[in-house]
Nanobody
Framework: VQLVESGGGLVQPGGSLRLSCAASGFTFSSYTMSWYRQAPGKERELVATITSTGGNTNYADSVKGRFTISRDNAKNTVYLQMNSLKPEDTAVYYC?????????WGQGTQVTVSS
């Protein structure tokens, strides 16, 4: 299993970014995918989850209405569209899948929201 995130960077408050996670090594279309984030000095927290077909999504209260998780099963990729970014969204964002009773994480992509 390999998960490779991209799309992070520096953005001003109120701006937008789209993160991507390219997955390989497993049947992507069969698994729920998630995005987590970890800010400096804080625990890793769940940001958003999407079921295998994309039919159901869930979000942390802190990002509801601003972030959108989606997936393209033909491209084995999950996305996180982040709008109206705030300084408190600054963190390393990780792609995650639980498969065969094991947890798999990407290497993370840094998102910094600052003026």
């Amino acid at each position: 299993v390999q998960l490779v995130e991209s799309g992070g960077g520096l953005v001003q408050p109120g701006g937008s970014l789209r993160l991507s996670c390219a997955a390989s090594g497993f049947t992507f279309s069969s698994y729920t995918m998630s995005w987590y984030r970890q800010a400096p000095g804080k625990e890793r927290e769940l940001v958003a989850t999407i079921t295998s077909t994309g039919g159901n999504t869930n979000y942390a209260d802190s990002v509801k209405g601003r972030f959108t998780i989606s997936r393209d099963n033909a491209k084995n990729t999950v996305y996180l569209q982040m709008n109206s970014l705030k300084p408190e969204d600054t963190a390393v964002y990780y792609c995650y899948v639980r498969r065969a009773w094991s947890d798999y994480w990407g290497q993370g992509t840094q998102v910094t929201v600052s003026s």
